[in-house]
């Protein structure tokens, strides 16, 4: 718990406008959409879960620290929705189907490194890094059973590219694609296993 709040306080501290200027280099803004799911793996093989993607909203702001001729480091935060759509559920002492869109609030925190290759004033870039994904709530009408057991927060990776464009010198514009699986379970017990993992498409705006 310590490790979190300390990381959580860092990013905040190097997004805030009174941020050292000498190791932050810009600052900016990120909006678009989150295509998640979720493995839901049964021990009982009388339990099958359809599962698919669902579709949600991702927001968040970073910060770009030691910026050099190709390489830097990103500091973000995100508020990012996910979860899974439609699943059917078949049990050997009731059949049945349910179907539903349950979603999941997590504040994320990157850390990616970024590496750019600048063309005249288009610039393709690459990020990987870890990532931090702190649960915020699940909606009412899921809280109950295994949503309500839910872990507090899940570790991953972030895989992503795109390319920025210089409209004017101090103001980039840009599109990314990112992939961001768990590597931990947020749930466990002697039946059923789920992790998460989601694709993301954002806008980005960033001021040098």
């Known amino acids: 718990m310590r490790t979190k709040i300390t990381l959580l306080i860092l990013a905040i501290a190097l997004l805030a406008p009174g941020a050292n200027t000498q190791i932050v280099k810009g600052y900016g803004l990120t909006f678009g959409t989150s295509l998640a799911s979720q493995d839901w793996v049964w021990s009982r093989p009388s339990v099958y879960m359809n599962d698919k993607a669902r579709w949600g909203v991702d927001v968040g702001a970073f910060a770009e620290l030691l910026s050099g001729d190709v390489f830097s480091v990103l500091v973000e935060v995100h508020y990012v929705q996910k979860g899974y759509r439609d699943y059917t559920v078949f049990r050997s002492d009731r059949e049945g189907t349910t179907t539903g869109t349950p979603r999941v609030d997590y504040l994320s925190v990157p850390f990616l490194a970024k590496a750019r290759v600048d063309i005249g004033t288009v ?5 990987v890094g870890p990532r931090l994904d702190i649960m915020l ?7 109950e059973e295994v949503f309500a057991h839910l872990k507090s927060n899940d570790f991953g990776v972030t895989i992503g590219g795109g390319v920025e464009y210089l409209i004017v010198p101090s103001i980039r514009i840009g599109v990314e694609g990112r992939y961001s699986p768990g590597f931990h379970d947020v749930y466990r017990d002697r039946y059923l296993t789920i992790s998460n993992r989601s694709f993301e498409t954002l806008l980005r705006l960033s001021i040098l």
């Not at 610039?123 to 990020?127: H, I, R, T, V």
Request: hydrophobic share 40%; charged share 10%; no cysteine.
């Open 123 to 127: 610039s393709p870039f690459l990020l």
């Open 137 to 143: 709530g699940v909606p009412p009408a899921y809280d």
